[in-house]
């Protein structure tokens, strides 16, 4: 059977971004995509980069996101880097023709032009990142992890450059936030505003009032106490969830608590 039309691969420049559905996002007015436009315009500045999949039917069907390891919203040490933030292309119809590696490809054509170390990435088997093979078929090593499952990535240009690596501290960074319901949010994906207002409206009916927690910064990320950063649920010191959920996990995570 003959392959479709293939999607092209377009840079995503700050003007685009604010024409462009937002990771499958259509709605212009959507609260979620409204916050990321507004990230991505004020990180533009410091170097955050995207290239968009846009099929033949002018669909966006893939995504890759990238920001110097210096300002990446991951909590990561990776100076030096391009550090992918996601990647991924949801219509099954251009699935398994070698997007992905398409889009990780041109990333790291990027940082060689720019004069990078190399381009790191986390990688984990669970929602909201992509899994380890993609990277492992592009020739990035995988040179660190954290708990529970997170693997960090690097396709260095030169061997003796110094590792990537995680922050550390972990429980000790989730002791800071005290007592009670702690959630925290940031703009960088645009599905946060969502789970994070519905989480806080189901706390209300086990009687908690959550303490929300907006990340301003990449600096603020990378000091966050999971190594996806951009989101936690944390109740009395512990992590509930490190990436978004539904209100219905939520609920069953809480009645287990009780």
Same mark, same amino acid.
């Given at each position: 059977?003959?392959?479709?039309?293939? !999607?092209?691969?377009?840079?995503?420049?700050?003007?685009?971004?604010?024409?462009?559905?937002?990771?499958?996002?259509?709605?212009?007015?959507?609260?979620?995509?409204?916050?990321?436009?507004?990230?991505?315009?004020?990180?533009?500045?410091?170097?955050?980069?995207?290239?968009?999949?846009?099929?033949?039917?002018?669909?966006?069907?893939?995504?890759?996101?990238?920001?110097?390891?210096?300002?990446?919203?991951?909590?990561?040490?990776?100076?030096?880097?391009?550090?992918?933030?996601?990647?991924?292309?949801?219509?099954?119809?251009?699935?398994?023709?070698?997007?992905?590696?398409?889009?990780?490809?041109?990333?790291?054509?990027?940082?060689?032009?720019?004069?990078?170390?190399?381009?790191?990435?986390?990688?984990?088997?669970? !929602?909201?990142?992509?899994?380890?093979?993609?990277?492992?078929?592009?020739?990035?090593?995988?040179?660190?992890?954290?708990?529970?499952?997170?693997?960090?990535?690097?396709?260095?240009?030169? !061997?003796?450059?110094?590792?990537?690596?995680?922050?550390?501290?972990?429980?000790?960074?989730?002791?800071?936030?005290?007592?009670?319901?702690?959630?925290?949010?940031?703009?960088?994906?645009?599905?946060?505003?969502?789970?994070?207002?519905?989480?806080?409206?189901?706390?209300?009916?086990?009687?908690?009032?959550?303490?929300?927690?907006?990340?301003?910064?990449?600096?603020?990320?990378?000091?966050?106490?999971?190594?996806?950063?951009?989101?936690?649920?944390?109740?009395?010191?512990?992590?509930?969830?490190?990436?978004?959920?539904?209100?219905?996990?939520?609920?069953?995570?809480?009645?287990?608590?009780?």
């Amino acid at each position: 059977m003959a392959h479709p039309q293939l !999607p092209v691969l377009l840079d995503l420049d700050a003007a685009r971004a604010e024409t462009i559905p937002c990771c499958g996002v259509k709605n212009p007015a959507h609260e979620g995509r409204r916050r990321k436009n507004c990230w991505f315009q004020e990180n533009f500045e410091v170097g955050l980069r995207g290239k968009v999949l846009i099929a033949p039917d002018h669909r966006q069907c893939g995504y890759i996101e990238y920001a110097p390891g210096e300002f990446a919203w991951r909590a990561v040490n990776a100076r030096g880097y391009l550090f992918i933030h996601c990647v991924w292309n949801h219509s099954k119809q251009y699935q398994r023709l070698g997007l992905g590696s398409r889009m990780v490809q041109a990333c790291v054509e990027e940082a060689r032009k720019s004069g990078k170390l190399g381009v790191a990435v986390i990688a984990r088997e669970q !929602p909201w990142l992509a899994g380890a093979a993609l990277y492992l078929a592009n020739g990035f090593t995988l040179v660190d992890t954290a708990p529970p499952d997170y693997q960090l990535f690097v396709r260095k240009f030169d !061997p003796s450059s110094p590792d990537p690596s995680f922050k550390t501290d972990w429980e000790k960074k989730l002791k800071r936030y005290g007592r009670g319901l702690t959630i925290i949010r940031s703009n960088q994906c645009p599905y946060i505003a969502k789970f994070a207002d519905e989480i806080a409206e189901t706390a209300a009916e086990y009687g908690l009032k959550p303490r929300i927690v907006e990340l301003k910064s990449a600096r603020d990320a990378q000091n966050a106490p999971t190594p996806y950063a951009v989101f936690a649920v944390i109740h009395n010191g512990r992590l509930l969830a490190d990436h978004q959920i539904s209100r219905t996990r939520f609920r069953n995570i809480v009645r287990k608590l009780q």
